[in-house]
């Protein structure tokens, strides 16, 4: 029986998704980008899941597009199109879902690796991690949302650099710039990883999902107008029974049991 090329499994209220393609790093096809989305829009129907941990198989995160793909279809614009498009629709899934997406990161994530990396929310770097930009190496550009993403989350000058140079910068200095969260023992990145998930799978699944929204909508907004956008969601937010049961719960000097 063929392995899978993304696992699904399901542990205390996480979806752990495991890229499975090792043999290639990892590197992202159609149908790998295809099954992340249907994959994470099946978990947004289960209100069992509260979080998602995007994980790899192998010494390597991911490195990249499948390049072999690409050089078969380079001869077609729409199929071109069609392949870019995939990406773009799995990759915002995973950014704009409701759900709190974590990567654990090992070995090498580049070029759509790394643009993978960045539509998620928090990040977990194995100390050997190396994470770069590859497409300036090959004449290539983004296109999975690298050149945008990341200058939102290290700056306009990193982010050139980054694109320019294509440097692979280790875990400490990924840290640095904001690119991961963490920067763990690589014994330790997925038992790391799914402490942090499973903590979040015990919070309001609501709650978090509309803090995730006010974060990516209010960036595209000034200040003045990004706060009362807040303001007026957190309205209604504070009538949910989420807040009925966090409100008991801290009453009564105990965990919430969230519905």
């Not at 990567?103 to 990396?117: F, M």
């Not at 875990?171 to 979040?200: D, R």
């Not at 919070?203 to 803090?211: D, F, I, N, V």
Request: proline share 3%; glycine share 8%; aromatic share 6%.
């Amino acid at each position: 029986m063929t392995a899978p090329l993304v696992d699904l499994k399901k542990q205390n209220g996480v979806a752990i998704l495991t890229l499975n393609r090792p043999q290639k790093f990892n590197c992202l096809s159609l149908s790998v980008h295809k099954l992340l989305e249907e994959i994470v829009i099946s978990l947004e129907q289960d209100k069992e899941v509260r979080c998602i941990l995007i994980c790899a198989n192998g010494k390597n995160f991911c490195t990249g597009a499948d390049l072999e793909e690409v050089k078969g279809i380079r001869d077609s614009q729409e199929k071109l199109k069609h392949f870019i498009g995939q990406g773009n629709r799995a990759l915002a899934r995973l950014e704009n879902s409701e759900l709190p997406v974590i990567a654990a990161v090992q070995g090498l994530a580049l070029a759509g690796g790394l643009e993978l990396v960045l539509a998620t929310d928090v990040v977990f770097a194995a100390e050997s991690a190396q994470l770069g930009d590859q497409h300036s190496h090959f004449g290539l550009i983004p296109g999975w949302g690298g050149s945008q993403r990341l200058p939102r989350i290290v700056g306009k000058r990193r982010a050139l650099d980054l694109l320019f140079s294509a440097r692979w910068l280790k875990a400490n200095e990924a840290l640095s710039m904001g690119l991961v969260n963490y920067v763990v023992p690589n014994e330790e990145l997925q038992t790391t990883a799914l402490e942090y998930c499973e903590k979040l799978a015990k919070k309001s699944r609501s709650g978090l999902g509309l803090m995730k929204s006010l974060v990516h909508e209010g960036l595209d907004l000034d200040i003045n107008a990004s706060i009362d956008f807040e303001a007026a969601r957190a309205v209604p937010a504070l009538q949910s029974e989420d807040v009925t049961e966090g409100l008991a719960a801290f009453e009564g000097r105990r965990e919430p049991k969230f519905a």
